[in-house]
């Protein structure tokens, strides 16, 4: 029989959509996983690369879909810690990517965004499932993650159910030549009622200390 | 203020907003590439006499530049298999390097194609792709730009890093070294220009631009850096300080390569459509004056080029992978 092995986190989502775990409103996963994970030394994220079109100034939101934008409702959370465990809420998030057809906007500032993470180093951001830009494999959202004292963190978070991998990313994540790890291959969860699902993805964001 | 504004939409509705105007090009010639090799991308000797050009078959291979319409095959290098990721002749026209999506770095004579160094840049056993690199004029340094990695300087005789230069995150897109030698300048992916003495110490930053720069190359004279990238336009800088010298207007396309006409004074830019950087967008010639661009209008879209030394021709790799040779007036 095939060992699985599950992160925490891995365990705290799964558990929480078979419904061992019931958590109480105003909750995220990503806020739970980050209180139960508290000062646990953590592997540092994945690096990946930066471009394309990384552009200085977004806006500090955490809001960057409106109302009438096409394409699937997505809810990105989780934590901004350092190797050593500790919640980093000095730090500074920032992310981008395409709308749902595969476009970035290098014009203006859709799909972008900068903020620092709440008090508990925990994060969270609504926009849409970005769609497939033509010069790359997989649908992605960049970050960009900076902090005093620690490493730039560069990497992108990718999505499991992005068509390119079939319904295997444990076999297909390849296919992405920049994907290098599984790691940022990403669970997705469909949450809400039949006239409003959203896609709930969780990622953490660990610095390493300079 | 608002009379201001009745004449800008006045002269909106009648048309009369100003446009480019067409530079004259004309097919002159077309290198012959063998039937069964697509050319990825090229560069042009400084003199130029010949072109190096990185083809589908991961061969390199060396055409003298057509005079009356013939040109010669003068040699294939091969570097076992290894996907070349990028080209450069020293500003001398001496050395001819290239890069590859293994970390390897070749370099060359120009003049014979006789190998002077080849070597690895990748640490830690994992191969490194380098998206550009550079080679200073006396053929002894190679700059390389590791993806999402910070630009390294090598000393090509020892094959020995001399310094990692200084971005806080990301990679380089561009990098080229001042024709005396003395100056490298790095477009980095953290949307800033970066100026280093010849040892790799940072002497200046340009950090004015909310995008990133994907093209850079200093003037002839050494005098500018010419730049174009994501934010859709041409910008001057001063080749030492790094301080804007001018900008040119902002044209619909992002410019993904800058190529030199008539000693510098005229620089034509190649761009790609916002929808993908796979789908060329206007070819434009740029007189450093300060006059508006001109559109090099043809019927085909540009992948990717260079050009020679005296302005008279522009050659380009095409989405066929031909090389076609252009007379630019």
Not at chain 1, 76 to 85: K, M
Not at chain 2, 33 to 41: L, N, Q, T
Not at chain 2, 141 to 169: H, Q
Not at chain 2, 269 to 297: C, H, I, N, Q, Y
Request: some cysteine; overall charge neutral; aromatic content about 6%.
């Amino acid at each position: 029989m095939r060992s699985v092995r599950l992160s925490r986190r891995d365990l705290l989502e799964k558990s929480i959509a078979l419904g061992v775990v019931t958590v109480a409103a105003g909750l995220t996963p990503g806020a739970i996983a980050a209180a139960w994970d508290e000062a646990a030394p953590r592997p540092r994220t994945p690096e990946n690369a930066l471009g394309p079109f990384y552009k200085k100034h977004a806006p500090d939101t955490r809001t960057l879909r409106i109302p009438g934008d096409s394409g699937m409702p997505l809810a990105v959370s989780g934590g901004v810690f350092s190797t050593r465990g500790e919640a980093l809420p000095e730090a500074t998030v920032e992310v981008w990517h395409t709308d749902n057809r595969g476009r970035y906007d290098i014009d203006g500032y859709r799909y972008r965004a900068r903020f620092k993470p709440a008090a508990g180093g925990t994060y969270a951001f609504d926009s849409i499932m970005p769609g497939h830009y033509p010069d790359r494999v997989c649908q992605r959202v960049h970050y960009l993650v900076t902090a005093p004292g620690h490493r730039p963190l560069v990497t992108q978070l990718y999505f499991a159910t992005d068509p390119v991998f079939e319904g295997d990313p444990d076999k297909n994540f390849g296919r992405d030549p920049l994907i290098t790890t599984r790691e940022l291959v990403r669970p997705v969860m469909l949450a809400g009622d039949p006239g409003d699902v959203h896609a709930v993805v969780t990622l953490d964001l660990v610095l390493e200390r300079l | 203020m608002r009379r201001g504004l009745g004449v800008v939409l006045l002269v909106s509705a009648l048309g009369l907003a100003p446009r480019l105007a067409a530079a004259q090009i004309t097919e002159v010639g077309r290198i012959a590439v063998p039937a069964d090799v697509k050319v990825r991308f090229l560069r042009v000797s400084p003199d130029g006499r010949q072109l190096t050009a990185a083809c589908g078959d991961r061969k390199l291979r060396v055409w003298s530049v057509p005079s009356e319409n013939a040109s010669a095959l003068l040699r294939t290098l091969d570097l076992d298999g290894e996907p070349i990721s990028a080209l450069a002749y020293s500003s001398d026209g001496t050395w001819v390097g290239a890069s590859t999506r293994t970390g390897t770095v070749a370099v060359f004579r120009a003049r014979t194609g006789e190998l002077a160094a080849r070597f690895n840049t990748s640490g830690a056993g994992r191969a490194i792709r380098l998206d550009a690199l550079a080679i200073s004029p006396d053929g002894s340094r190679v700059a390389v730009a590791p993806v999402n990695a910070p630009p390294e300087l090598w000393d090509i005789a020892s094959a020995k890093r001399r310094a990692i230069l200084a971005t806080p995150f990301g990679g380089s897109n561009a990098l080229d070294f001042s024709p005396d030698g003395t100056r490298l300048a790095s477009a980095d992916e953290d949307t800033t220009v970066r100026l280093y003495d010849a040892d790799g110490a940072l002497r200046a930053t340009a950090e004015d631009f909310p995008l990133e720069a994907f093209a850079l190359a200093f003037t002839p004279d050494g005098k500018h850096l010419v730049l174009g990238g994501a934010d859709k336009r041409v910008t001057l800088l001063d080749g030492v300080t790094g301080k804007m010298v001018r900008q040119f207007p902002k044209q619909p396309d992002s410019i993904i390569w800058l190529a030199p006409l008539r000693a510098g004074q005229t620089i034509v830019s190649g761009s790609f459509k916002d929808e993908s950087m796979d789908l060329p967008g206007a070819t434009l010639a740029w007189t450093l004056d300060g006059s508006a661009p001109r559109e090099v209008t043809t019927q085909q879209r540009f992948n990717g080029g260079g050009a020679v030394a005296d302005g008279r021709l522009l050659l380009t790799t095409m989405a066929e992978g031909a090389i076609v040779v252009w007379a630019v007036r």
